[in-house]
């Protein structure tokens, strides 16, 4: 059992340190040694709980580590600290001719340590992978103050167990990541962005399938929603509207290509709309004709976690499945819950990233009996993940053996004994409590 803090005074412990992993690294030795528990937090802005203290953890929050160390724009790899928020650090390389690999609807509050901390997937995941690839060193403080250098910046290093990996997607519960070095793409000079509408949910399988074949090296995203998406969107954001005349529409997809030609892209996005429209998989769509366009239909799709909470009470999925059956699992959930909430689904189709939604005006213990544990056995019978990007945080802590076997669960609980031994870092977060004892 944590002792409980009463009183700690960060000044005595930063005293003489100057740089900010030595403050990292003070406040855990102080920490460890008096057994006190510790929450790390960037944006805070996750969606299960994992930044935010349970009981009386102390918050260490990394905002003001928010310095780009180096950028070189040879090899295209930015060095940073881990406050530095998302959106900032898209600016910074933006004037440099760079992209970051990662683009996420938070970005203006988000920072680099929470994504790297929580591998966070995104916008972007379709075309450049994900942290695990992008992300070539990192600097984590353990549990007891030690600070662990593996801040490299190369692409290719095969000595040993490659370590920065534990800390990418463990959310916080290893140690404190304070640097990260990331591989980032040259800015392509051409982004199309098509908005297009389906009649069912084969047909956007079908566009997603036709769209790596003919797009290929061009496409950059592909994301879709359904019509009870849509309505969401135009009732709840403001100054939304849908780009494509009224009529029914099921399924909405956004393609997003990202290239360096302007007229061979063009031509390329064109010559595809025109095959899938002519195969009947597309009913309407539009190309934007301008960045405000373009950013007007992306506000649609980025804003449906906004308009949903405005909505009122959510149940939150995060679902990684096969393509093909994936929407299955929307439509089950209907029927078992029929009027009693409504269902909405949108997500990173192109990455099998299902995020399903369940609205209603208030939070009910009758809807979330209809949803859990169904939704897990489901997404665990077809060998789906249950956070396909989100983490486990403290929300979905004890659901993790619905996506890993117990004995993956107990290595993990090992590693996290041998890190940290007091369980100081980020508890009740990832793993079950259970497990861990
Ligand atoms: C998204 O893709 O919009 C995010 O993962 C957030 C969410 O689903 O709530
Ligand atoms: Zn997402």
Same mark, same amino acid.
């Given at each position: 059992m944590l002792s409980r803090m009463k009183t700690l005074s960060c000044l005595q412990i930063l005293t003489g340190c100057t740089n900010t992993e030595a403050r990292v690294s003070s406040i855990l030795k102080y920490c460890n040694s008096r057994c006190l528990a510790v929450v790390p937090q960037g944006?805070?802005?996750?969606? #299960?709980?994992?930044?935010?203290? %349970?009981?009386d953890e102390v918050i260490i929050n #990394?905002?003001?580590?928010?310095? %780009?160390?180096s950028f070189d724009k040879v090899s295209g790899i930015l060095v940073c600290e881990a406050g530095c928020i998302l959106e900032n650090l898209i600016s910074f390389l933006d004037n440099r001719g760079f992209i970051m690999p990662l683009d996420l609807g938070a970005k203006g509050s988000c920072q680099i340590g929470g994504n790297v901390s929580t591998n966070a997937g995104g916008l972007r995941l379709l075309r450049y992978g994900s942290l695990h690839g992008n992300v070539l060193g990192l600097e984590a403080v353990l549990a007891n103050g030690e600070v662990l250098d593996m801040l490299g910046t190369l692409r290719k290093d095969n000595t040993g167990y490659d370590l920065k990996h534990l800390f990418i997607g463990s959310e916080g519960s290893l140690g404190i990541v304070t640097k990260v070095s990331i591989l980032t793409p040259p800015k392509l000079s051409s982004v199309n962005v098509a908005f297009l509408a389906c009649k069912d949910y084969f047909s956007c399988q079908k566009l997603l399938l036709e769209a790596k074949r003919k797009l290929g090296e061009i496409l950059s995203a592909f994301e879709f929603l359904d019509e009870q998406s849509m309505a969401l969107a135009l009732s709840h954001l403001e100054g939304v509207r849908n780009p494509l005349p009224p009529s029914l529409h099921n399924f909405y997809v956004l393609i997003e290509t990202t290239g360096s030609n302007e007229s061979y892209d063009r031509e390329k996005l064109e010559a595809f709309l025109l095959s899938a429209m002519e195969g009947g998989l597309i009913s309407d769509g539009i190309v934007a004709q301008d960045i405000q366009q373009a950013s007007s239909v992306w506000h649609i799709r980025e804003g449906l976690p906004e308009a949903l909470i405005k909505a009122g009470a959510n149940y939150k999925y995060d679902l990684s499945l096969p393509v093909e059956k994936l929407y299955n699992l929307v439509e089950e959930m209907r029927t078992r819950l029929e009027n009693l909430a409504t269902v909405v689904a949108y997500g990173h189709l192109g990455d099998g990233n299902l995020h399903l939604n369940i609205s209603a005006p208030q939070y009910d213990d009758a809807i979330l009996a209809q949803i859990e544990p169904f939704v897990y056995e489901w997404t665990s019978k077809n060998r789906g993940?249950?956070?396909?990007?989100?983490?486990?945080?403290?929300?979905k802590a004890n659901k993790i053996l619905y996506s890993k076997s117990p004995a993956a669960v107990n290595l993990m609980a090992s590693i996290k004994k041998l890190l940290d031994p007091n369980g100081i870092v980020n508890p009740y977060k990832v793993l079950p409590q259970s497990m861990i004892h």
């Amino acid at each position: 059992m944590l002792s409980r803090m009463k009183t700690l005074s960060c000044l005595q412990i930063l005293t003489g340190c100057t740089n900010t992993e030595a403050r990292v690294s003070s406040i855990l030795k102080y920490c460890n040694s008096r057994c006190l528990a510790v929450v790390p937090q960037g944006g805070n802005t996750g969606l #299960v709980g994992g930044s935010v203290p %349970v009981f009386d953890e102390v918050i260490i929050n #990394v905002s003001s580590m928010n310095n %780009v160390i180096s950028f070189d724009k040879v090899s295209g790899i930015l060095v940073c600290e881990a406050g530095c928020i998302l959106e900032n650090l898209i600016s910074f390389l933006d004037n440099r001719g760079f992209i970051m690999p990662l683009d996420l609807g938070a970005k203006g509050s988000c920072q680099i340590g929470g994504n790297v901390s929580t591998n966070a997937g995104g916008l972007r995941l379709l075309r450049y992978g994900s942290l695990h690839g992008n992300v070539l060193g990192l600097e984590a403080v353990l549990a007891n103050g030690e600070v662990l250098d593996m801040l490299g910046t190369l692409r290719k290093d095969n000595t040993g167990y490659d370590l920065k990996h534990l800390f990418i997607g463990s959310e916080g519960s290893l140690g404190i990541v304070t640097k990260v070095s990331i591989l980032t793409p040259p800015k392509l000079s051409s982004v199309n962005v098509a908005f297009l509408a389906c009649k069912d949910y084969f047909s956007c399988q079908k566009l997603l399938l036709e769209a790596k074949r003919k797009l290929g090296e061009i496409l950059s995203a592909f994301e879709f929603l359904d019509e009870q998406s849509m309505a969401l969107a135009l009732s709840h954001l403001e100054g939304v509207r849908n780009p494509l005349p009224p009529s029914l529409h099921n399924f909405y997809v956004l393609i997003e290509t990202t290239g360096s030609n302007e007229s061979y892209d063009r031509e390329k996005l064109e010559a595809f709309l025109l095959s899938a429209m002519e195969g009947g998989l597309i009913s309407d769509g539009i190309v934007a004709q301008d960045i405000q366009q373009a950013s007007s239909v992306w506000h649609i799709r980025e804003g449906l976690p906004e308009a949903l909470i405005k909505a009122g009470a959510n149940y939150k999925y995060d679902l990684s499945l096969p393509v093909e059956k994936l929407y299955n699992l929307v439509e089950e959930m209907r029927t078992r819950l029929e009027n009693l909430a409504t269902v909405v689904a949108y997500g990173h189709l192109g990455d099998g990233n299902l995020h399903l939604n369940i609205s209603a005006p208030q939070y009910d213990d009758a809807i979330l009996a209809q949803i859990e544990p169904f939704v897990y056995e489901w997404t665990s019978k077809n060998r789906g993940s249950i956070s396909a990007e989100h983490g486990l945080g403290l929300m979905k802590a004890n659901k993790i053996l619905y996506s890993k076997s117990p004995a993956a669960v107990n290595l993990m609980a090992s590693i996290k004994k041998l890190l940290d031994p007091n369980g100081i870092v980020n508890p009740y977060k990832v793993l079950p409590q259970s497990m861990i004892h």
